[in-house]
C-alpha cells in the first residue's frame, strides 16, 4: 500500500464561503483571497505531486484511496470550519489531477487532526493509496 503526503503552507480558504455575485453581471465567482490561495496551493501541489510520480517511475490518477488524512495547524485561535477546508483541498486535489474524483466512492473513509501553532498555518494531507490508473 502506497502513501502520497503533501503539505500546503498557509491558511486554507474556504471555497464554499468565497463566492460572490456581480450585481453588473450577474454571475457568482470567487474572492480575490480564494483564488490567491487556490493559485498559490496549485503550485504547491502540483509540485510535490511531480516529484512523487518521478519517484514511484510513473504518472498516475489516483481512482481509489483506502483512507485519507488531513491535519491542520492553525496559526491563531479563531474559529474555523474544518469540514469547507477539507471541501477545498479535495476540488484542488481533483483540479491537480492527483484524484479522479473526490466522490464518496474514491474517498470512502476519512480523518483529521487540528493543532494550534502560533502563526504557523498549514496542512498536511496524506493519501493511502489503494488503486490508481496510467495517464
Known amino acids: ?63 481509489e484511496v483506502n483512507f485519507i488524512m488531513f491535519e491542520f495547524t492553525y496559526g491563531s485561535m479563531r474559529r474555523k470550519d474544518t469540514d469547507n477546508a477539507m471541501t477545498s483541498i479535495y476540488d484542488l486535489m481533483t483540479d491537480c489531477g492527483v484524484i479522479k474524483d473526490d466522490s464518496w466512492r474514491e474517498l470512502p473513509r476519512g480523518g483529521w487532526k487540528c493543532n494550534y501553532n502560533k502563526g504557523e498555518d498549514s496542512t498536511i494531507v496524506t493519501l493511502s493509496i489503494k488503486k490508481g490508473i496510467n495517464k
Do not use: C, D, H
Open 1 to 63: 500500500m502506497e502513501e502520497f503526503v503533501f503539505q500546503l503552507k498557509g491558511p486554507v480558504v474556504s471555497k464554499k464561503n468565497s463566492q460572490i455575485y456581480s450585481r453588473v453581471t450577474g454571475k457568482v465567482g470567487k474572492t480575490l483571497n480564494y483564488r490567491k490561495w487556490y493559485n498559490k496551493a496549485v503550485r504547491q501541489l502540483t509540485a510535490q505531486w511531480e516529484l512523487y510520480q518521478e519517484e514511484i517511475g510513473k504518472k498516475i490518477v489516483i481512482t
